[in-house]
């Protein structure tokens, strides 16, 4: 280990333990060596810990300001990269109407590799910008373009999920594979990520959406993802008229689709799942399958008010997603606060759900998105040996608005509430400091 491997942090610090337990170190301090976490403690116990280390205290230091909180690094579980140039766009029809009057005419331009590529390092360098370390990308349908949303993964220094999505039914015809082609370019598409031999980037198995491809091709997509212990993502229960056309397409509930395919595991995250029976709930606990809440997205298209506290109390994981271009933002800080807005909305009509909170956002927003996408050994919070993914956050930019004091929890309850991408001051991922 050389001098330049370590850095120290010291600030508030504030982080998820569990989804009930907000741990405040006020002030602390964070060691990393190389791209993880080797010690975190109170700033009492620095020079112990950097003896305990055999550190020199003089290695890279950044003392943070009042004004500013260290974080871990927001979690976006679900967005289409290639749906970026769409944001806003087209909200006055619902889902289905959306999809084929909007997303499929955009998507199907990315044939065009320049466009792809000028879309991409938008798309990456703008989530990154508000803090979103980890990402869950639906690329679209063409192994050439998503490959390119691979390397600027990879060039920018975000930790990705990328996904070549399998459509074979439905949609414009130039917007379609066979069977043969979906397969064989999805395993194409899973040796080229695992080629660039990234730490950072893996391969998701993206079937869009029940209604998009057959049983027999996700029984075949499942297999894949079973042989190479893959990720897979798709979408559920977002919107009702889908929801009817899906269990009359197949004679069963949504689920259970996915189930009868073996495309519910414990590395499955679902986007939506606003319509969920009590029966589809336990189903997906039973597979220890997640469920990605987009706010921002169901509000956008109208396609309902997730229940998401009776999912987290059900036992289902969850994470957030903007879902862009469902959603129209493509920040995580905007989704927490369109979570908190949704969870009030939802308790007007349902009384015994209790809204969510701020801490409960954030978590859904950390240390949740992580379980949800199965990587809670690695990113999430800042507990030692996980990788260094963290924002600075600074609620002084502005010195004009900024009266209060310095509690670090009043800091990050005016950033969920108030902040964007310019109170986010720094964001590092495995490390390295990529904002
Ligand atoms: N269902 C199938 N495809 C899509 C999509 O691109 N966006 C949303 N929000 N839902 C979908
Ligand atoms: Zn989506």
């Given at each position: 280990?050389?001098?330049?491997?370590?850095q120290i942090?010291?600030?508030?610090?504030?982080?998820?333990?569990?989804?009930l337990?907000?741990?405040?170190?006020?002030?602390?301090?964070?060691?990393?060596?190389?791209s993880?976490?080797?010690?975190?403690?109170?700033?009492?116990?620095?020079?112990?810990?950097?003896?305990?280390?055999?550190?020199?205290?003089?290695?890279?230091?950044?003392?943070?300001?009042?004004?500013?909180?260290?974080?871990?690094?927001?979690?976006?579980?679900?967005?289409?990269?290639?749906?970026?140039?769409?944001?806003?766009?087209?909200?006055d029809?619902?889902?289905?109407?959306?999809?084929?009057t909007?997303?499929?005419?955009?998507?199907?331009?990315?044939?065009?590799?320049?466009?792809?590529?000028?879309?991409?390092?938008?798309?990456?360098?703008?989530?990154?910008?508000?803090?979103?370390?980890?990402?869950?990308?639906?690329?679209?349908?063409f192994?050439?373009?998503?490959?390119?949303?691979?390397?600027?993964?990879?060039?920018?220094?975000?930790?990705?999920?990328?996904?070549?999505?399998?459509?074979?039914?439905?949609?414009?015809?130039?917007?379609?594979?066979?069977?043969?082609?979906?397969?064989?370019?999805?395993?194409?598409?899973?040796?080229?990520?695992?080629?660039?031999?990234?730490?950072?980037?893996?391969?998701i198995?993206?079937?869009?959406?029940a209604?998009?491809v057959?049983?027999?091709?996700?029984?075949?997509?499942g297999?894949?993802?079973?042989?190479?212990?893959?990720?897979?993502?798709?979408?559920?229960?977002?919107?009702?008229?889908?929801?009817?056309?899906?269990?009359?397409?197949?004679?069963?509930?949504?689920?259970?689709?996915?189930?009868?395919?073996?495309?519910?595991?414990?590395?499955?995250?679902?986007g939506?799942?606003?319509?969920?029976?009590?029966?589809?709930?336990?189903?997906?606990?039973?597979?220890g399958?997640a469920?990605?809440?987009?706010?921002?997205?169901?509000?956008?298209?109208?396609?309902?008010?997730?229940?998401?506290?009776?999912?987290?109390?059900?036992?289902?994981?969850?994470?957030?997603?903007?879902?862009?271009?469902?959603?129209?933002?493509?920040?995580?800080?905007k989704?927490?606060?369109?979570?908190l807005?949704?969870s009030?909305?939802?308790?007007?009509?349902?009384?015994?759900?209790?809204?969510?909170?701020?801490?409960?956002?954030?978590?859904?927003?950390?240390?949740?998105?992580?379980?949800?996408?199965?990587?809670?050994?690695?990113?999430?919070?800042?507990?030692?040996?996980?990788?260094?993914d963290?924002?600075?956050?600074?609620?002084?930019?502005?010195?004009?608005?900024?009266f209060?004091?310095?509690?670090?929890r009043?800091?990050?309850?005016?950033?969920?509430?108030?902040?964007?991408?310019?109170?986010?001051?720094?964001?590092?991922?495995?490390?390295?400091?990529v904002k």
């Amino acid at each position: 280990m050389t001098v330049e491997d370590v850095q120290i942090f010291i600030g508030n610090i504030i982080h998820c333990k569990s989804r009930l337990n907000l741990e405040v170190i006020k002030p602390g301090f964070v060691i990393v060596i190389g791209s993880k976490i080797a010690a975190v403690g109170e700033e009492t116990e620095l020079p112990h810990k950097l003896t305990q280390l055999q550190l020199k205290s003089c290695v890279a230091t950044r003392v943070l300001k009042k004004s500013q909180i260290l974080i871990p690094g927001l979690i976006d579980t679900h967005l289409h990269a290639p749906q970026y140039p769409n944001c806003g766009l087209g909200y006055d029809k619902p889902l289905l109407e959306w999809l084929n009057t909007y997303i499929y005419e955009l998507e199907k331009q990315y044939v065009d590799l320049d466009f792809s590529r000028r879309v991409y390092k938008a798309v990456v360098r703008k989530t990154l910008s508000n803090g979103t370390t980890t990402a869950c990308y639906y690329g679209c349908l063409f192994n050439e373009s998503t490959n390119i949303l691979v390397d600027t993964v990879v060039e920018y220094g975000q930790r990705a999920l990328i996904g070549k999505i399998n459509m074979t039914r439905l949609a414009p015809e130039e917007y379609l594979e066979t069977p043969e082609d979906s397969i064989a370019n999805t395993k194409k598409f899973v040796k080229y990520v695992f080629e660039k031999e990234s730490d950072l980037v893996l391969p998701i198995i993206t079937p869009r959406f029940a209604l998009s491809v057959t049983m027999e091709l996700m029984k075949e997509l499942g297999q894949i993802a079973k042989l190479g212990d893959l990720h897979i993502q798709t979408h559920i229960s977002e919107n009702a008229e889908e929801v009817k056309l899906v269990e009359s397409t197949y004679g069963m509930p949504y689920a259970q689709v996915y189930d009868k395919a073996n495309l519910l595991t414990r590395k499955t995250i679902l986007g939506h799942g606003i319509y969920l029976s009590d029966e589809e709930i336990k189903l997906l606990v039973e597979r220890g399958t997640a469920v990605s809440h987009c706010p921002d997205s169901n509000l956008c298209l109208k396609s309902g008010l997730c229940n998401v506290r009776k999912l987290l109390e059900n036992g289902v994981k969850v994470g957030l997603g903007t879902d862009i271009s469902g959603g129209a933002s493509p920040s995580i800080i905007k989704a927490m606060k369109t979570c908190l807005d949704v969870s009030i909305a939802k308790s007007f009509h349902v009384t015994e759900v209790k809204p969510l909170n701020y801490e409960e956002v954030f978590y859904l927003a950390t240390l949740g998105g992580s379980e949800a996408l199965a990587m809670e050994n690695k990113i999430g919070n800042f507990d030692v040996h996980k990788e260094f993914d963290a924002l600075i956050i600074d609620m002084g930019i502005n010195i004009e608005d900024y009266f209060i004091g310095c509690d670090p929890r009043e800091i990050l309850q005016k950033f969920i509430y108030t902040g964007d991408d310019r109170n986010v001051a720094s964001v590092y991922v495995a490390g390295v400091e990529v904002k």
